[in-house]
């Protein structure tokens, strides 16, 4: 068991109270959770302020309190540590408690708006199909080699999320991926972890209700690459308005990609269709399962990320070329009959669904309709729900505005947010059906033969959240059930 002192080993304090030098059961940060033993970190959180529950975690055993701002009257047998940052202890004391398993691998993170779980997906692919044993932190689960473990975030709370790379650690993984949401970044939940790389995709619109502004948003990526130590790499997007910036003021190795200008890493699509992808990477052409032109940046991501992990070349495309992309992303089934072609894909920003409907424009043979069910998620950015409606009705030639994740909202309301950005010319092609399955349904009810259905926003999700009820709800296994009993 560790002692306090040395879980407390580089956080920045201002002044303790107390002995240090007891042993501590485990670490948290919610007094609901707290055991006999424990120490107990109060962080001021979005919704309230950790401190008020000191005492709670007291009543329940807690033999150590770390915080920002000492309560008036400290309780005699209990240790308070005050400290300039909780938010930031928690990471950096997590790392000391689990013996800092970031140090004892290699460990990538992936930035950036969209693209996050394909490109740490496929890196882990890649290096286990390479021969390594790996590690995968991802939005659709958590993964040590073939142990799947159900994930909660896409980058979990740093006690969580040490706890697992320990796991990984004792396991013998070598290589360890995983996303770095912006929420992540700015709640410090990897504050303490050592980064052998970052990986940024690109930056455009999402979370304005978190982050406020764009520019505070762009300000929280970049701080993750400021960050980065000079050992590492920082590999970006030179194709993103913003890729450069990112890397302004990072201590790491630079590295970029892109499939319009002189890179490191530069790719150029020859072709682009259902089969996949055939691209030249750095003058080598091959052929890759991914389909779209947003896919073959993720893949030059991942080709980079091998490259400046010491990877070989040839061995690192002929194992690419083989890979398929993530659950739930671009994922489609056609159906036996009529030759439908129903896409599912997670595409819940703006960006994600005008890539993800310019794709399917490309792939088009002839005149075939592009039907669009898409919805926007309650209790998240409001912002791009208009955005989201025109997107969809300015690249669909139907669209169904229906519900993603309501959670707490009314979904009408938010379709009614949809439906404001679409123009009056374009209103016509759309219909508004609050329930999803009725949507999928009406879909399939207005596709001709080879016609292209496009589910978008809930990928791989299994669930619906409804008024905080997590229903049994997945796009595609609705549309192959529909697709069956409607005989298409
Ligand atoms: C908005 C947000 O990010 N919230 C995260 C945040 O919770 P919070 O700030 O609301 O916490 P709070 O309720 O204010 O509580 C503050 C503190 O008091 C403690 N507390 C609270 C109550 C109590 O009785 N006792 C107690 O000790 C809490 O444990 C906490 O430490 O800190 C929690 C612990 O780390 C997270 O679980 C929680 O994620 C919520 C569930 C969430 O939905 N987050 C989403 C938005 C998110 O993080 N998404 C990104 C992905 C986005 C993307 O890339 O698309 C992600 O990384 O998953
Ligand atoms: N490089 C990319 N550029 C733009 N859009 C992309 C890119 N990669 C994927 N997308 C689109 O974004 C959707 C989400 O992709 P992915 O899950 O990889 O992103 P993410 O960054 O992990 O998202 P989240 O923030 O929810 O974790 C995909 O279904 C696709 O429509
Ligand atoms: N990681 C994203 C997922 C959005 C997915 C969409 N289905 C929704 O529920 O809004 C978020 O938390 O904003
Ligand atoms: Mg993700």
Redesign the pocket.
């Known amino acids: 068991m560790k002692t306090l002192r040395d879980i407390l080993y580089n956080v920045s304090i201002q002044s303790i109270h107390g002995s240090n030098d007891i042993s501590i059961n485990e670490l948290t940060t919610d007094s609901r959770a707290v055991k006999p033993g424990d120490a107990f970190i109060a962080v001021k959180g979005v919704h309230v302020d950790g401190h008020q529950y000191i005492d709670k975690a007291i009543s329940l055993g807690a033999v150590a309190i770390i915080c920002e701002t000492l309560p008036a009257q400290l309780t005699s047998n209990i240790c308070f540590v005050q400290v300039n940052n909780s938010a930031a202890a928690t990471g950096i004391m997590a790392g000391n408690f689990y013996d800092n398993p970031s140090d004892k691998i290699q460990l990538v993170g992936v930035t950036?708006?969209?693209?996050?779980?394909?490109?740490?997906?496929l890196l882990f692919r890649l290096f286990s199909k390479l021969g390594y044993h790996c590690g995968l932190l991802?939005?659709?689960q958590n993964q040590i080699g073939d142990t799947v473990i159900p994930s909660t975030h896409?980058t979990p709370d740093p006690i969580n999320l040490n706890a697992l790379l320990a796991k990984m650690v004792n396991d013998g993984c070598l290589y360890v991926f995983m996303?770095v949401?912006s929420h992540a970044i700015h709640q410090q939940r990897i504050a303490g972890l050592k980064f052998a790389g970052g990986i940024f995709?690109?930056i455009?619109h999402?979370h304005l209700d978190y982050h406020k502004t764009f520019d505070e948003y762009i300000r929280v990526k970049k701080s993750f690459f400021d960050n980065l130590p000079s050992n590492a790499f920082a590999l970006t997007?030179l194709d993103d308005k913003r890729g450069m910036v990112m890397l302004q003021n990072t201590k790491a190795k630079k590295a970029t990609y892109s499939l319009r200008t002189l890179a490191d890493f530069k790719g150029k699509i020859l072709e682009n269709n259902l089969t996949g992808l055939i691209m030249s990477v750095n003058d080598t052409e091959v052929h890759f399962r991914l389909i779209g032109e947003?896919?073959a940046?993720?893949l030059l991501?991942v080709y980079g990320t091998a490259i400046l992990l010491g990877m070989d070349k040839a061995k690192v495309l002929q194992a690419l070329s083989d890979i398929q992309g993530?659950e739930?992303?671009?994922d489609y089934i056609v159906s036996d009959k009529e030759q439908i072609i129903a896409i599912v894909?997670?595409?819940?920003?703006p960006?994600?669904?005008k890539?993800?409907l310019a794709t399917i424009k490309n792939l088009r043979k002839g005149h075939e309709q592009i039907i669009t069910v898409v919805g926007c998620g309650g209790d998240r950015d409001t912002a791009k729900r208009p955005i989201m409606g025109d997107v969809a009705a300015e690249s669909s030639d139907k669209v169904i505005l229906t519900s993603d994740n309501p959670r707490s909202e009314d979904p009408v309301a938010i379709i009614h947010e949809m439906e404001a950005g679409i123009p009056v010319h374009l209103k016509k092609k759309v219909l508004s059906i609050t329930d999803r399955k009725e949507a999928i349904k009406t879909a399939l009810s207005l596709a001709n033969k080879e016609d292209i259905i496009l589910v978008?926003g809930k990928?791989h999700e299994k669930y619906q959240e409804i008024n905080g009820v997590k229903h049994h709800f997945d796009d595609k296994e609705v549309l192959n059930e529909l697709m069956k009993l409607m005989e298409k």
């Open positions: 950036g708006t969209n693209g996050k779980t394909t490109i740490a997906t991802s939005t659709v896409t996303e949401s995709s690109n455009t999402d997007n947003f896919n940046y993720n991501a993530a739930g992303r671009f894909d997670y595409a819940h920003t960006d994600a669904l890539n993800v978008a990928g």
